[in-house]
């Protein structure tokens, strides 16, 4: 068996670098970079694939303000674990529920099997941890080359333990929400973050319960 790879950059091939990204939304940079890794062989089945991605899940997008979104996708679609990355020299444009644009130059597709779910997690969480960092993606941004980019320190330095720990997939500082906050509100900013739930805390700080999607469902459900 394979030894699995022990740095980010290990999961890089210059290949599935798109430069430039052409690309004026997150659908159009999840179709390129889709057609980036099919055309290096890195899928199994192509279209198995697009029609995941057509979902369009709120959790399968992580936006990271105005630096970078990461795409993330569990599927058949792949053998293994593939990454793909685009640098787009406009803006990439996200459409949320309230009409609201969140724009990234920087994008970047994970795809795994199913059962690798927890090394997909890993690999997503080191990306946002990285992709976080202004100073980062500003240096991604000026590089000229997928060699380059690949290159970059913040990608051959982000060591990928072989054992993943709580402390590696939880959130230092999560996002939270108080509890006279509008539902509305709430759910938009889940959306936003391409989150799950929120932590609900009082003045304090304290967290008092979490509001999920369950929880939505379970509302939505009430009125039938």
Do not use: W
Not at 15 to 43: I, K, W, Y
Request: with cysteine; charged share 25%; proline share 7%.
């Amino acid at each position: 068996m394979p030894i699995p790879p022990q740095r980010l950059a290990d999961l890089f091939v210059a290949s599935r670098v798109v430069m430039p990204l052409t690309a004026g939304t997150v659908a159009d940079a999840a179709e390129a970079l889709c057609v980036s890794l099919d055309q290096s062989g890195a899928l199994s089945n192509a279209d198995l694939l697009r029609e995941r991605i057509e979902e369009a899940r709120s959790e399968d997008i992580v936006g990271l303000a105005d630096r970078a979104f990461v795409l993330h996708y569990r599927s058949d679609a792949v053998r293994d674990l593939v990454v793909s990355i685009g640098v787009a020299p406009k803006d990439v444009v996200r459409v949320l529920d309230d009409d609201d644009l969140q724009r990234a130059r920087l994008v970047v597709l994970v795809c795994a099997p199913p059962r690798q779910m927890a090394r997909h997690l890993q690999v997503v969480s080191a990306l946002v941890q990285v992709l976080s960092n202004p100073t980062s993606v500003a240096a991604a941004l000026a590089v000229e080359t997928p060699a380059q980019l690949l290159a970059l320190p913040q990608f051959t330095g982000k060591a990928l333990p072989a054992q993943l720990t709580v402390r590696e997939l939880m959130s230092e500082r999560p996002r939270s929400v108080g509890p006279d906050v509008p539902l509305r509100s709430a759910v938009l900013e889940m959306l936003r973050a391409g989150l799950g739930g929120l932590p609900v805390v009082d003045e304090s700080n304290r967290v008092i319960g979490m509001l999920s999607e369950r929880e939505l469902l379970r509302d939505l459900l009430s009125h039938y």
